[in-house]
């Protein structure tokens, strides 16, 4: 289990490059076509440099996104709530930034209140920004930790990810069936093992170890 506060993570920077044309990443995906031994000039590949530079602008569209500006709308009038508030199994599809190959998993999220809350479906927004980037699961278990805990400013805030990853099922050792557990926390739920247990058995204490 990671603590979101050692290592602080930009939850809305974005790289600072100059992208390159349409047209450009067209001609670099035909180029990868030849690579691999086919000819992007037939018939079935004729229209696939199109459709792949179409699927990157839907699978990485997180770049365009500021994940803050999805939890700014906060509601105070919460009666004085301040348990916990959990979210779990919000479905993601990312990309691993080592082979490009896809990682599919569940994120759960848990924080607690601090007179504010915000509607359930901005939690699921964040996750689906930083899944749409080229990632490292650890790294976007503590950019969401990060980014709920630097805008709400809750009293603690809990993330656990499950996946599994293609560039370990599809290539390499070929170990299909393995999921990857990570977590990261801040706040009480790094603090209090009652409140870290609380969360951990509601989402399904994916991983007992997380308590230690």
């Given at each position: 289990?990671?603590d979101?506060?050692?290592?602080?993570?930009?939850?809305?920077?974005?790289?600072?490059?100059?992208?390159p044309?349409?047209?450009?990443?067209?001609?670099?995906?035909?180029?990868?076509l030849?690579?691999?031994?086919?000819?992007?000039?037939?018939?079935g590949?004729?229209?696939?440099?199109?459709?792949?530079?179409?699927?990157?602008?839907?699978?990485?569209?997180?770049?365009?996104?500021?994940?803050?500006e999805?939890?700014?709308?906060?509601?105070e009038?919460v009666?004085?709530?301040d348990?916990?508030?959990?979210?779990?199994?919000?479905?993601?599809?990312?990309?691993?930034?080592?082979?490009?190959?896809?990682?599919?998993?569940?994120?759960?999220?848990?924080y607690?209140?601090?007179?504010?809350?915000?509607?359930?479906?901005?939690?699921a927004?964040?996750?689906?920004?930083?899944?749409?980037?080229?990632?490292?699961?650890?790294?976007?278990?503590?950019?969401?930790?990060?980014?709920?805990?630097?805008?709400?400013?809750?009293k603690?805030?809990?993330?656990?990810?499950?996946?599994?990853h293609q560039?370990?099922?599809?290539?390499?050792?070929?170990?299909?069936?393995?999921?990857?557990?990570?977590?990261?926390?801040?706040?009480?739920?790094?603090?209090?093992?009652?409140?870290?247990?609380?969360?951990?058995?509601?989402?399904?204490?994916?991983?007992?170890?997380?308590?230690?």
């Open positions: 289990m990671s979101a506060k050692t290592k602080p993570v930009a939850c809305s920077a974005k790289p600072n490059i100059v992208r044309s349409r047209e450009e990443a067209e001609t670099a995906i035909r180029t990868l030849k690579w691999a031994g086919d000819d992007p000039a037939r018939e590949l004729r229209d696939t440099p199109q459709r792949v530079a179409r699927a990157f602008e839907d699978w990485f569209s997180g770049y365009n996104e500021d994940p803050e999805f939890l700014r709308r906060t509601f009038e009666q004085g709530y348990d916990m508030v959990v979210l779990k199994d919000i479905r993601f599809e990312s990309h691993c930034e080592h082979h490009l190959a896809p990682i599919i998993g569940r994120v759960h999220i848990g607690l209140p601090n007179n504010k809350v915000v509607g359930i479906s901005k939690l927004r964040v996750v689906d920004t930083f899944a749409r980037r080229l990632q490292v699961q650890e790294t976007m278990n503590a950019q969401i930790v990060h980014c709920i805990q630097n805008v709400l400013e809750p603690g805030v809990a993330v656990v990810i499950e996946a599994t560039c370990m099922t599809t290539r390499g050792v070929h170990k299909p069936g393995v999921t990857m557990v990570t977590s990261s926390m801040s706040g009480e739920f790094r603090k209090n093992p009652l409140t870290r247990r609380e969360f951990l058995s509601v989402i399904g204490n994916p991983a007992t170890s997380m308590d230690g």
